[in-house]
T-cell receptor
Framework: DTGVSQDPRHKITKRGQNVTFRCDPISEHNRLYWYRQTLGQGPEFLTYFQNEAQLEKSRLLSDRFSAERPKGSFSTLEIQRTEQGDSAMYLC???????????FGPGTRLTVL | QKEVEQNSGPLSVPEGAIASLNCTYSDRGSQSFFWYRQYSGKSPELIMSIYSNGDKEDGRFTAQLNKASQYVSLLIRDSQPSDSATYLCAVYSNSGYALNFGKGTSLLVTP
């Protein structure tokens, strides 16, 4: 069990550019979650997958945000036309169907200049 | 009213003392409660989960749940400087999959 992994760990981009982050969940975890955390706040839920199905996406922050999990394994989170307000830590978590305990990856820290 | 509330701190305790961290939540139907520890610049790390009223102990950590009062707490016995971190309380939303987090309580254990 290697834990949840995320790539890249850090991303610096210019305003208006698109960015994509990857998350690899713990093997055999069929549930995958994305959260965003800004300084001084707790993580904020964005979206959720069960296997390849995205069961909740209404909490994505705007239509510039999208997520996929094409084969029910890894997931990607894309932010189009980044804005300075998108600067945050983007966290991925996974869990088994049979438990509700979510385990977090190391996060991707995004800085938008 | 925020769904999960915590005092932001900082809470300062001397080494060896008991640290007491508190959390209240608004959804009376919540069933699952979690404490995560987060070091500066790192991601949340699960400490404990609790589902039933009463106490649950794991090593130096004890989680306490009172559903009638909508209150969850975390006690850390024999606090160590390495316990200095932000402690996040998390409660499942009524959706059943999204965790609602408090802002976290910053704990500082002084030698």
């Amino acid at each position: 069990d290697t834990g949840v992994s995320q790539d890249p760990r850090h991303k610096i981009t210019k305003r208006g550019q698109n960015v994509t982050f990857r998350c690899d969940p713990i093997s055999e975890h069929n549930r995958l979650y994305w959260y965003r955390q800004t300084l001084g706040q707790g993580p904020e839920f964005l979206t959720y997958f069960q296997n390849e199905a995205q069961l909740e996406k209404s909490r994505l922050l705007s239509d510039r945000f999208s997520a996929e999990r094409p084969k029910g394994s890894f997931s990607t989170l894309e932010i189009q036309r980044t804005e300075q307000g998108d600067s945050a830590m983007y966290l991925c978590a996974s869990s088994l169907d049979t438990t509700d305990t979510q385990y977090f990856g190391p996060g991707t820290r995004l800085t938008v200049l | 009213q925020k769904e999960v509330e915590q005092n932001s701190g900082p809470l300062s305790v001397p080494e060896g003392a008991i640290a007491s961290l508190n959390c209240t939540y608004s959804d009376r139907g919540s069933q699952s409660f979690f404490w995560y520890r987060q070091y500066s610049g790192k991601s949340p790390e699960l400490i404990m989960s609790i589902y039933s009223n009463g106490d649950k102990e794991d090593g130096r950590f004890t989680a306490q749940l009172n559903k009638a009062s909508q209150y969850v707490s975390l006690l850390i016995r024999d606090s160590q400087p390495s316990d200095s971190a932000t402690y996040l309380c998390a409660v499942y939303s009524n959706s059943g999959y999204a965790l609602n987090f408090g802002k976290g309580t910053s704990l500082l254990v002084t030698p």
